[in-house]
C-alpha cells in the first residue's frame, strides 16, 4: 500500500507537473504576448512622440507666421495711418500754399502800383518861380522884374529853400 500511495502521490505529482508545465507554458506564451503587446505600445508610443514633436514644431513655426503676419498687419496699419496723415499734410501744405501764391500775387499788384506811384511822384515836377537879383553885392527878391522861371523837383526846392533861408536873415 505503501507502494501504491506512493504511486498514486507520484502520479499526481505527475499530474501536477504536467498541469504546472502547460501552466508555465500559458503563461510564457501570456507573457511573450504581454511583452509583445508592451513592444508595440513602445513602439506606438514612440511613434505618438515622434508625431507630438512634429505637431509641436508645425505650431512653433505657425506661431512665428502668426507672429510674422501680426507683424506685417501692424505695419500695414501704420502705413495706411501714415498715408492718411500725409495726405491731411499734403492737403493743409495744398490750402496754404494756393494762399501763399494769393498774397504773393497781391504783393506784386501793390508793388507795382506802389512803384508806379513812386515814378509819378519822382517825374512829377513842381514849378515855381524865383526871382533874383543881383545888386552890388547883396541879393534882394523882386516881385515884377527878372524873373527866371525854372522846373524844379521837390528835391531841389527844398534846396533852394535851405540855401535861401540864411539869406533873408
Given at each position: 500500500?505503501?507502494?501504491?500511495?506512493?504511486?498514486?502521490?507520484?502520479?499526481?505529482l505527475?499530474?501536477?507537473?504536467?498541469?504546472?508545465?502547460?501552466?508555465?507554458?500559458?503563461?510564457?506564451?501570456?507573457n511573450?504576448?504581454?511583452?509583445?503587446?508592451?513592444?508595440?505600445y513602445?513602439?506606438?508610443?514612440?511613434?505618438?512622440?515622434?508625431?507630438?514633436?512634429?505637431?509641436?514644431?508645425?505650431?512653433?513655426?505657425l506661431?512665428?507666421?502668426?507672429?510674422?503676419?501680426?507683424?506685417?498687419?501692424?505695419?500695414?496699419?501704420?502705413?495706411?495711418?501714415?498715408e492718411?496723415?500725409?495726405?491731411?499734410?499734403?492737403?493743409?501744405?495744398?490750402?496754404?500754399?494756393?494762399?501763399?501764391?494769393?498774397?504773393?500775387?497781391?504783393?506784386?499788384?501793390?508793388?507795382?502800383?506802389?512803384?508806379?506811384?513812386?515814378?509819378?511822384?519822382?517825374?512829377?515836377?513842381?514849378?515855381?518861380?524865383?526871382?533874383?537879383?543881383?545888386?552890388?553885392?547883396?541879393?534882394?527878391?523882386?516881385?515884377?522884374?527878372?524873373y527866371?522861371?525854372?522846373?524844379?523837383?521837390?528835391?531841389?526846392?527844398?534846396?533852394?529853400?535851405?540855401?535861401q533861408?540864411?539869406?533873408?536873415?
Open positions: 500500500m505503501q507502494i501504491n500511495t506512493l504511486q498514486q502521490t507520484i502520479s499526481n505527475k499530474n501536477d507537473l504536467l498541469l504546472n508545465s502547460q501552466l508555465i507554458e500559458k503563461l510564457q506564451r501570456e511573450g504576448q504581454l511583452r509583445s503587446d508592451i513592444q508595440s513602445i513602439d506606438k508610443c514612440n511613434d505618438k512622440d515622434e508625431y507630438i514633436a512634429k505637431l509641436e514644431q508645425e505650431i512653433s513655426e506661431n512665428q507666421h502668426v507672429d510674422s503676419l501680426t507683424e506685417e498687419i501692424t505695419t500695414t496699419q501704420s502705413i495706411k495711418t501714415f492718411e496723415e500725409a495726405k491731411i499734410w499734403k492737403k493743409k501744405f495744398k490750402e496754404l500754399n494756393d494762399i501763399y501764391h494769393a498774397c504773393q500775387e497781391k504783393l506784386m499788384v501793390k508793388e507795382a502800383e506802389y512803384e508806379s506811384l513812386q515814378k509819378q511822384q519822382s517825374s512829377q515836377r513842381i514849378v515855381t518861380q524865383t526871382t533874383v537879383v543881383k545888386s552890388n553885392s547883396s541879393r534882394q527878391v523882386k516881385n515884377d522884374s527878372d527866371i522861371s525854372s522846373s524844379l523837383t521837390q528835391n531841389d526846392i527844398e534846396k533852394l529853400q535851405n540855401l533861408k540864411p539869406l533873408q536873415l
